[in-house]
């Protein structure tokens, strides 16, 4: 059967509730209908991005009675409209009382108003006293009349009041009057997607809640991130994100924080989406591990990994050529969303054509220093051996003397090798899905592909980053503003391959600076002798000489220049790290990672929303 998408729909039947979030539901609908007296009262569900607010409210507005009083309504303020956010949640409410209650209600307004306007919409309706009997009559329905209602008591500052009380009045009547119906009615109002607004919007709704709205016969449920909020009405509150937190302390009386799904919860929601797409057998527990670590055990996120995989596998058929397939495609996704740094140096290093075989000899070795084999012919003395002068590290010649000199010369190694190399070899999930993409062939395969055709989808920034904090729950991308903060700034990049750097330079002239890239040291050299730039980006490996770049940048230093300096290059060693900080320079892998340098070394302010993370964390 073909691999099929899963959606991302909120959940709402019993047989859909993967992560189990059914009892939770009925605890919150139990509290609701037990504390209904109580109204007016503001409950938040509180949880980041992806983690299933919006399949929580719709389980706990199918748990309340509807034979009860209760009457529930929905209000997304996502899609309400910026500047009508507050109308528009006002006339959700209205509009789900009773009728007669309305109509009662807006006769009064329309006589203590004097209205005449309202004449020129009926037609053939002519003097106030017809237009009131219009309104008894039902000539108009509550939709129509809520309308006029707002259009008579929203013109100015001065009728706030007014409508408050109204608002309050009518609540009241619907509430303890209602034909004789039985009293302790309540509306429940379920407020979505509230964290997704702007702040403008954010602040209106709460205005909404708390000006207008504060009445008997009202519960709210706000489905929010309420660090988000925080930010958004921190403005109003006239101070920062504490100010904001306390500000929203008078709005809600509770907030629910949504726990992170458990293991087994999460396994459950792998399990079926991996059955709704038709990947159960790609998924294994090595893969199903990897999801529950590293997406921060997010259902949103969870699916979209699950989704890239059945878009590139339907649109390239060239996974499913020999020795690529489904697995290897599986495990470029993985990389390319959940081990980005990796990734970004499989597809760009320059050093060597099997990042991941020089990994997984890193593997081997690491394993067995402690207690090293006895025979010289061991299998993984080729392995030592092989590594060790892959990355130029002195193998003695007396097999006694390489034993006891191992340790020593393992650090020696490290040194050589990409800085993550040491934590994700921890990470015994990577290691196992890195050897489970089959031998050299296979993998100079799979480096080839990603080289040449890069994969489509989309790379999000991971949760284990800074990044992920800065477009998710901490600041919205809509924030940002990149137009012109290296307005003048003048660069000039040294790479003996200019594509490259093309992509970086890019950045920097769409945000105004001026970019010259040369191929060689000495144009290089002279062009910063006629006119010293803002910055220099260098590579560091040219060629057959792995020390360029130093070699470069030493002369730069020798020659006065003493501003800025980035290497750009595919690893970060620790050997690296060091010489470049003796040059006076910075050095990272990741094109934003360059540009968060240069604005902290040209103290350039960084965007509006932008939190800068480590310097070799997730491109793009």
Known sequence: MPYKLVNDQPVEAPEDDLLGSGAIAAGIASMIVASRAASPLVLAV???????????????????PKSSGIITERFNAWTAGGDRALEGLIKSVLVKLDKNVVRRWARQVLKRKRITGLAKLVAGVTGLAKLVAGVT?????????????????????????????????????????????????????????????????????????????????????????????????????RGGLGEGRSYLEKIVQVAYRLPQP???????????????????????????????????????????????????????PAWQRPPLGSTQLVTAILLQQLYSPFYDMLVRQYQTADLIGEFLDYADVRELIPTPPGREDDQWWVTVRRSFETHRVAVPDSFAEFRELLPAGFQELE??????????????????????????????ALRRKL????????????????????SSSAVRLSDRDESADFQGRRFVFVDDNPPSVAELASMLEERGAVVKIHSTSAK???????????????????????????????????????RPVVFFTGRVTP????????????????????????????????????????LAGPSR
Not at 46 to 64: F, H, N, V, Y
Not at 268 to 274: E, M, Q, V
Not at 452 to 470: F, H, Y
Not at 534 to 554: M, N, P
């Open 262 to 316: 458990e293991d087994g919860q999460v396994r459950r929601l792998i399990d079926g989406c991996a059955r709704r797409s038709g990947t159960t057998a790609l998924i294994d527990d090595t893969v199903a591990d990897i999801l529950i670590d590293r997406t921060g055990r997010n259902p949103r996120r969870i699916k979209r990994i699950i989704n890239s995989f059945v878009l590139e596998h339907q649109l390239d």
């Open 575 to 614: 050997q690296r790290r060091d010489r470049a900080l003796e040059l006076g320079a910075e050095i990272a892998v990741a094109e934003y990672a360059v540009v968060a340098i240069l604005r902290s070394a040209l103290k350039v302010a960084p965007p509006v929303g932008i939190q800068v993370g480590g």
């Open 451 to 470: 080289v040449n055709r890069p994969l489509a989808t989309e790379q999000i920034p991971s949760p284990l980053s800074a990044e992920w904090e800065s």
């Open 46 to 64: 509180d949880a980041s991005w992806g983690m299933g607010k919006s399949t929580l409210l719709r389980q706990i507005e199918a748990e309340l």
């Open 415 to 444: 040194r050589e090798l990409p800085e993550e190399f040491a934590a994700w070899v921890r990470d015994e999930a990577f290691v196992s899905l890195l050897r489970g993409i089959g031998g050299q062939e296979t993998r100079d």
């Open 137 to 237: 009559g039902r000539l108009l329905g509550v939709n129509r009349l809520v309308d006029e209602i707002w259009a008579r008591l929203s013109v100015d500052a001065s009728s706030g009041n007014e409508l408050r009380g109204l608002i309050q009045g009518m609540l009241s009547d619907w509430v303890k009057v209602d034909g004789g119906r039985a009293p302790g009615r309540v509306l429940v109002m379920f407020v979505d997607d509230l964290d997704r607004c702007s702040d403008e919007v954010v602040v209106k709704v709460c205005e909404a809640v708390k000006l207008y709205l504060d009445a008997p016969g009202l519960i709210f449920v706000l489905c929010c991130d309420q660090a988000v909020l925080a930010r958004g009405v921190s403005g109003p509150a």
């Open 524 to 562: 290089a050299l002279v062009e910063v002798a006629q006119l010293p730039p803002d910055a220099v980006v260098s590579d560091i490996t040219r060629g057959k000489d792995l020390e360029a770049g130093f070699t470069f940048v030493e002369e730069l230093r020798r020659r006065g220049y003493d």
